[in-house]
């Protein structure tokens, strides 16, 4: 049953609308095996959208099979960019690029990813896949860490994906773990659209 915004009944309490006595801009690293890091991120975007925030989300590793987020967030009315740096996940599924490709796209990644950082027109920057792409060493540690280390005070920045580093978990403010305790797929069923991409 779909419920139009006219048929949507109004609250019988007053919502309130908190504001910090600061605002702080706030590293978030999501990490670990399960499913549902990058859709905590699009979750954030969602939330920032309400309170009028402008998001970038620069995807280092995915860009060769199509995701719903692509044209999903183009049917929010949202302040949002999303932008496509990668050739799919390097060294698995078949992915047919070489690993100086993955590199290469991953080194235009760090540079987009820093100038929109520092660019002053975001209010949330994700690097989608970034703790992926230090792991495979398409980017170097150091290359992570001044990202981070450039941010703005106001600035909230989430890294995502699996192994993340150490160095990288010790600056965040916020580190969640999604841990899996099944999957699917190891029952032999397909990636599903709208879940699984």
Same mark, same amino acid.
């Given at each position: 049953?779909?419920?139009?915004?006219?048929?949507?009944?109004?609250?019988?309490?007053?919502?309130?609308?908190?504001?910090?006595?600061?605002?702080?801009? =706030?590293?978030?690293?999501?990490? %670990?095996?399960? +499913?549902?890091?990058?859709?905590?991120?699009?979750?954030?975007?969602?939330?920032?959208?309400?309170?009028?925030?402008?998001?970038?989300?620069? *995807?280092?590793?995915?860009?060769?099979?199509?995701? %719903?987020?692509?044209? %999903?967030?183009?049917?929010?009315?949202?302040?949002?960019? =999303?932008?496509?740096?990668?050739?799919?996940?390097?060294?698995?599924?078949?992915?047919?690029?070489?690993?100086?490709?993955?590199?290469?796209?991953?080194?235009?990644?760090?540079?987009?990813?820093?100038?929109?950082? *520092?660019?002053?027109?975001?209010?949330?920057?994700?690097?989608?896949?970034?703790?992926?792409? =230090?792991?495979?060493?398409?980017?170097?540690?150091?290359?992570?860490?001044?990202?981070?280390?450039?941010?703005?005070?106001?600035?909230? =920045?989430?890294?995502? %994906?699996?192994?993340?580093?150490? +160095?990288?978990?010790?600056?965040?403010?916020?580190?969640?773990?999604?841990?899996?305790?099944?999957?699917?797929? *190891?029952?032999?069923?397909?990636?599903?659209?709208?879940?699984?991409?």
């Amino acid at each position: 049953m779909q419920i139009k915004k006219s048929e949507a009944k109004e609250p019988s309490f007053e919502i309130t609308h908190l504001e910090p006595a600061e605002r702080t801009g =706030l590293i978030v690293v999501i990490t %670990g095996t399960g +499913k549902g890091k990058t859709s905590s991120a699009l979750g954030m975007i969602v939330r920032a959208c309400g309170h009028g925030m402008k998001s970038s989300m620069v *995807q280092f590793m995915k860009g060769d099979i199509y995701a %719903g987020e692509w044209d %999903g967030l183009k049917k929010l009315a949202c302040d949002v960019e =999303l932008i496509l740096t990668g050739k799919g996940f390097c060294g698995i599924q078949g992915n047919p690029y070489p690993f100086s490709e993955h590199r290469e796209n991953a080194q235009r990644a760090v540079g987009l990813a820093k100038e929109k950082i *520092q660019s002053g027109k975001f209010d949330i920057v994700i690097l989608d896949e970034i703790n992926n792409a =230090l792991n495979l060493k398409l980017v170097d540690l150091d290359q992570v860490l001044e990202l981070i280390e450039s941010k703005p005070p106001r600035l909230h =920045l989430i890294l995502t %994906g699996r192994d993340a580093h150490p +160095k990288v978990t010790a600056l965040a403010h916020t580190v969640s773990e999604v841990k899996e305790i099944k999957h699917a797929y *190891q029952e032999g069923i397909e990636p599903q659209p709208g879940i699984d991409y």
